[in-house]
């Protein structure tokens, strides 16, 4: 007995089993906001810097495991669930502990009327109820460390069920217990080969039936460690068990396929560690066509939408996002259990010079590097294939080589070549004479070498010996069925590895304290407005931005003797709170050289803002700055992420091009580079037409300046605009011209 304060509890427990047939599939519940965990560091935000790792050990291999809600009576949905997890526990060497309130027995095994009535403390609990909220109350006293809730009827089918969810996680965490769940399946208790070699696959799943392709991938050898279906994530999500699968050094690749995620900074917590770890993440993400419907008030608003951020968050962590689930499988097998390139060099070498032509034009315009092999190289080749044939790379071996002992010789040279870490043979279709003996030599080749071969099977069928037993046989030939997966498998093959050599953890250098920057810019926010231009700009002066010289006047004398000491000629610009694009509203003068033109503007500009009733903190009197590159920099807020940071082309480029790029803090000088580079129209900052190349540092600077302020005043800041941000000849640096702040 583990106690005597369920009998009430347990009186319901019977009652809810009883009426629902035992069959769990509706539910009611939900949770307030997760208490803060003082032990793990946090930065200026307030955000944790480490990722928080449960010891899933004793959920994945308990020694104890009680089902509630256990039948073995023909024709109930939970007698087969019970079967299952029977077996499940013989296999993982687990006690199982059947619970239900008027069964004896079940299959057997003596029957516990309830909860209170275990013998012993559980590791592990399996509700097999339609309301699991009463029974996670009742399992808060028996200190169980996990449960599983496979019941439905919870977020997925919108408010009432969302409201239900919320409870249910509530209870989750006043019982101090953790669950997988609800609306999840048992595909954790799945029976895993015990027979294969090698680093495993481990993979996680929103929605089940998307994870069997990986699954599977164990009848063609490779081998699988966990399978975690997380449901609804009440409570345990995806990001718990990224971080725990990059600590098991039997997983050498983990797989995901992820509907939506429960919380954008414990995602990157959890990617962080898998970087750190060396341990691949590869991910299906549902959504890339979300509008992320968003009507910001800035530009950078209107360039980031949902799928953008999540795209951009994953490829700065290193998580590889494909598109399918045969590239999941693909790729996942193909990162588990190659080893570490050699180099980045690609050779295709073929039977057909057709098939390598067009296997090197999708491979180069998917960015891999097919470097020509030297003419000493060539000459070696050209031994054993006719000197009338390419051999430069892609290798075209002619065909009649590769049935005898040249075959092999050919191979071994090619990967002897040190600028080659990945050989790709794709063999468009069976032709026994020459693609069986290939097949063979590539297989015993890549039993010598630490470099990677590859080979693309090209036959539908897929019968043939030499792909089911030779291909297929080996640990050491990663095998594909499509040109396209193999591309894209090897791209992140070697990406992943470039990542991983040269990554740092952003968090380790995440700012702790607030800066001086920080105490000046909150003196300027104005809670729930938006700022007027001459505020938005003294707020980017706190954080060391350069503005141009200007001064804020509210007469006409006034201006004309601003001018003089700005020095013509100048822009005029209205400035005020609830101004955002003035040029719209024609609240924009440029390039004035006299008094007459000076006063001219100002009575101008102060009657349209009149006319459009707009109210006016004065005119802007501003220093003109003609020659740069014209950028947007700016801040938004993300529902997952929180704030985000946008690079881009500015000035009218931005509503023509949408050419951004986009990044969640913390990152360093490198992801700000290389937010430049992802750019389009990148070339524009290296100089184009005689134009001199821009301050890149400068930019970069900017940006990396941007973020400090985006982190400190955190959600204080909604939305922040510099546009254009004009990025001087090199040497000379970057200007805000115009900026608009909204303040939450």
């Known amino acids: 007995m583990l106690g005597s304060t369920h009998g009430t509890l347990t009186t319901d427990f019977r009652a809810r089993v009883e009426a629902c047939g035992e069959t769990p599939r509706t539910a009611v519940h939900s949770s307030a906001a997760p208490s803060a965990d003082d032990a793990i560091p946090v930065d200026v935000s307030g955000r944790p810097l480490h990722a928080d790792v449960p010891d899933l050990d004793r959920f994945f291999r308990p020694e104890s495991v009680a089902v509630i ?14 079967r299952q997890l029977i077996a499940w526990a013989d296999r993982v060497g687990a006690r199982i502990h059947p619970v239900h309130p008027t069964r ?3 299959f057997g095994l003596a029957c516990h009327a309830s909860v209170a009535d275990l013998p012993e403390q559980v590791d592990l609990a399996v509700l097999l109820v339609s309301d699991p909220l009463p029974v996670i109350e009742e399992l808060a006293d028996t200190k169980v460390k996990f449960a599983v809730a496979f019941a439905s009827g919870f977020a997925e089918t919108g408010g009432a069920g969302a409201a239900a969810q919320e409870r249910l996680a509530a209870a989750v965490r006043r019982s101090g217990l953790r669950l997988l769940g609800p609306n999840t399946n048992l595909n954790a208790f799945e029976a895993f080969r015990d027979d294969l070699d090698g680093p495993a696959i481990a993979l996680i799943t929103q929605s089940g039936h998307q994870g069997r392709p990986v699954y599977t991938l164990q009848e063609l050898g490779i081998r699988l460690s966990h399978w975690a279906p997380t449901g609804n994530e009440a409570d345990l999500e995806t990001s718990d068990f990224i971080s725990y699968f990059a600590e098991q050094p039997e997983v050498g690749a983990i797989a995901c396929y992820v509907e939506g995620l429960k919380d954008g900074r414990s995602f990157l917590l959890a990617a962080d560690r898998a970087a750190r770890n060396g341990v691949p993440v590869v991910a299906v993400k549902v959504g890339r066509t979300e509008a992320g419907a968003r009507m910001a008030a800035s530009h950078t608003g209107k360039l980031t939408g949902a799928d953008t951020v999540v795209d951009a968050a994953m490829r700065q962590f290193g998580v590889i996002r494909v598109d399918g689930l045969d590239e999941l499988q693909d790729t996942a097998a193909l990162l588990a259990r190659a080893r570490r390139p050699e180099a980045d060099g690609v050779v295709v070498y073929s039977i057909s010079g057709g098939t390598g032509a067009h296997f090197s034009d999708l491979a180069t315009e998917a960015g891999l590097t097919l470097p020509t092999l030297s003419q000493a190289k060539q000459d070696e080749l050209h031994q054993w294939i006719p000197p009338y044939l390419n051999v430069a790379n892609p290798v075209d071996n002619g065909g009649h080589p590769v049935g005898d002992w040249r075959g092999r010789k050919i191979i071994d040279a090619i990967l002897a070549d040190p600028s080659v870490g990945v050989l790709i043979c794709p063999i468009t279709g069976p032709f026994p004479p020459m693609s ?17 071969i590859c080979v693309i099977w090209g036959s539908p069928v897929g019968t043939e010996d030499a792909y089911r037993t030779t291909l297929l046989g080996s640990s050491r ?48 926010m104005r809670p729930g407005q938006q700022l007027s231009e001459h505020a938005a700009k003294q707020l980017l002066r706190a954080y060391g931005i350069r503005v141009p010289r200007e001064q804020l006047v509210t007469s006409a004398a006034a201006a004309v ?19 955002g694009h003035k040029t719209e509203l024609g609240l924009v003068k440029i390039g004035l050289t006299s008094a ?24 802007l009197v501003c220093q003109m700055v003609e020659r740069g590159v014209e950028m947007v920099v700016g801040v938004t807020q993300d529902d997952l992420f929180g704030p985000t940071v946008t690079v881009g082309l500015g000035g009218v480029l931005v509503e023509v091009l949408h050419d951004a790029a986009v990044r969640v803090p913390p990152f360093g000088e490198d992801q700000a580079r290389a937010m430049l580079t992802e750019l389009r129209g990148h070339a524009l900052l290296e100089g184009v037409r005689g134009a001199p190349p821009a301050d890149v540092d400068a930019l970069v600077e ?26 001087l000849p090199r040497g000379q640096g970057a200007v805000a011209l115009d900026a608009l702040a909204i303040c939450r």
């Open 596 to 619: 007459s033109q000076i006063r001219d503007a100002y009575r101008e500009l102060t009657d349209i803002a009149r006319y459009e009733n707009v109210p006016l903190d004065g005119i």
């Open 104 to 106: 004896p027995t079940v």
């Open 477 to 524: 030939v990663a095998t594909f069925r499509t040109f396209g997966n193999c591309i894209t498998a090897v791209r992140a093959y070697l990406g992943h590895h470039r990542f991983t050599a040269r990554y740092r953890s952003p968090f380790e250098d995440a700012p702790r304290t607030p800066s001086p920057s920080y105490r000046k810019a909150q003196a300027l």
């Open 69 to 82: 809600g256990a039948s073995d009576a023909e024709g109930r949905p939970n007698t087969g669930i019970t």
């Open 561 to 579: 003797r601003a001018a003089g000491l700005v020095g013509y000629p100048v822009v005029m610009k209205a400035s005020g709170p609830q101004l």
């Open 436 to 452: 069986d003996k290939l097949a063979q030599d590539l297989v015993d080749a890549a039993e010598q070498t630490g470099k990677l």
């Open 702 to 727: 900017v940006v990396l300046r941007i973020q400090r302020m985006a982190l400190e005043l955190g959600d204080e800041l909604s939305e922040l605009d510099i546009n254009p941000l004009m990025v």
